[in-house]
């Protein structure tokens, strides 16, 4: 099952969020058919969003994060909600690259190298904030983690895994976010981001069957303080109506012309694929109302 924990460590100078998220990059694999490289891309940006909106919202609030690079799957969409769902969209699922030099999967070449990494929190005010920093390694981590501390001033350490396996399907993944607290001293910094450099391989870790607590153990130190767990899901929050109120922004002569033309309207969510009907009937009642 998967789930994310909280923690903070003895110091209370650090705080972390770990998440196992293999079934939930499944379901994101077989909804938008992603291949390889793409799935690999597409599941850690879910992964890291969904650590941003752990790590920064309450209530209701959501944030989207578009990671816009030059490379073959084009721009990749993830929205996290406080109550840590996530969904997402990619241009191109169907990107499968060879293996790079280290005989991994090529996420830089999927992602590009030369982009933006936007973020966007509607936090339930009137303008939502927004605020983005260029893609400075298009492996997914190290743009959240940039973004983070150029954008938000926020030091951080992101770390994202998924592991595909030959059939596509997702063996593994998850990931952590690791801040830094006021009162953190340099030498502490300094202490934590070489334990951080020397763990095993997060991918393979999870493979193993190793937890968020035990991620976080290896991160914090044994002497940490759990501050919530609680399960995580690939989940899309989409119905009907809300696409009704999307069509019916549309000019009187575009929905007549889709009672004349295609008597009645379809339309489908780019997060889950899922389709919903307009009938005549349906398109009349909105023009009636305007
Ligand atoms: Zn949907």
Redesign the pocket.
Known sequence: MDYLVKAIDHTKHFRAIAVVATDLVNTAQQDHDTWSSASAAFGRTLIGTLLLSAAELTKDEELTVRLQGDGPTGAIVATGQADYTVKGYLQNPHVALPLNEKGKIDVKGAVGTKGMLSVTKDLGLKEPFTGQTPIVSGEVAEDFTYYLAVSEQIPSSVGLAVLVEPNNSIGAAGGFILQAMPGATDPEITAIETRIKNLPQLSQQIFEGKTPEDLLKQILGNDLKILETSPVKYY?D?NKEKFGDIIETLSRADLMEMIEKDHGAEAV?K??G?KYEFSEAELQEMINKK
């Open positions: 899309c989409c969510c997060f889950c899922k």
